[in-house]
């Protein structure tokens, strides 16, 4: 685990900016925003070659177990190299801005407009998490 926060603001219309550096043996790692460790509304996984995918970052939730997954193609992290991602949300739809500009969407199937936990984990060293 690189680490959680709790009890945090995380609303409808706010923006999550996660920056950090994937380690250079990064197999994948993950961004969970929800109300809880089991309650997870967004489940952002970027997998370099991690259970059997290669190079694609895999998006689900959490109520009481997994939903389907969505399978994003478009992969820009690289070894040892920075990244930004940028989430925002409405009650509707998640928008996550990769690293390299473009723009992914996954459904809010909690449809809850505040959240208050983040969890990272995974081969990634996180310099910094800022909610505005």
């Given at each position: 685990m690189v680490f959680t926060v709790k009890d945090m603001s995380f609303n409808a219309g706010t923006e999550l900016?996660?920056?950090?550096k994937v380690k250079s043996d990064c197999e994948g790692f993950s961004v969970n925003v929800g109300h809880d460790c089991?309650?997870?509304a967004l489940h952002f996984n970027p997998r370099f070659t991690q259970s059997g995918d290669s190079r694609v970052i895999i998006c689900n939730s959490n109520l009481g177990g997994w939903g389907d997954e969505h399978r994003e193609p478009s992969f820009p992290f690289e070894?040892?190299?920075?990244?930004?991602?940028?989430?925002?949300?409405n009650n509707e739809t998640f928008y996550i801005k990769l690293p390299d500009g473009n723009m992914m969407s996954f459904p809010n199937r909690h449809g809850d407009d505040s959240f208050g936990h983040v969890h990272v984990y995974g081969d990634v060293k996180v310099h910094s998490v800022k909610v505005k």
């Open positions: 900016k996660i920056s950090g089991d309650n997870i070894h040892g190299q920075e990244f930004k991602v940028s989430i925002t949300f």
